[in-house]
C-alpha cells in the first residue's frame, strides 16, 4: 500500500516512536516552510521493517525532517515511516532531536 500511495519512496515500518515537534524561530521556521518541510521528526526505537533493508529489524532510526504527516505516517522526502502502534507526540530543539540515540 505505501508502494502504490508513494511511489518510488521507501518505506519504513517503526513502532515504539516519538513524534517530534520541533521548537524553532519564527525565522526557522520560515527558512524551513520556503523549502517545503516541517519542523518535525519522527525517532523509533525499534525499526519492524525498510523497503530497502538500510535498517534492521530491531535498530533504531531518526528522520530527517517532514514533508507530510498523518496520524499513522511521517513522510520526508525520501522516506515514508509508517507508524505500528501506539507512540508519543512531544516537543523539543532542533539539537536535543537529533542527537537522540537509543541504549
Not at 517530534?20 to 521528526?41: F, N, Q, Y
Amino acid at each position: 500500500m505505501a508502494a502504490k500511495t508513494f511511489p518510488g519512496k521507501a518505506f519504513c515500518v517503526v513502532k515504539q516512536w516519538i513524534l517530534i515537534d520541533l521548537t524553532v524561530t519564527p525565522a526557522e521556521k520560515d527558512k524551513l516552510t520556503t523549502l517545503g518541510l516541517l519542523p518535525a521528526t519522527v525517532f523509533a526505537h525499534e525499526v519492524v521493517l525498510d523497503s530497502q533493508g538500510r535498517f534492521q529489524p530491531s535498530m533504531w532510526v531518526r528522520s530527517n525532517f517532514g514533508v507530510s504527516s498523518s496520524a499513522y505516517m511521517f513522510e520526508t522526502n525520501k522516506t515514508v515511516y509508517l507508524l505500528l502502534g501506539s507512540g508519543l507526540r512531544k516537543e523539543a530543539s532542533i539539537g536535543a532531536a537529533f542527537s537522540m540515540k537509543t541504549g
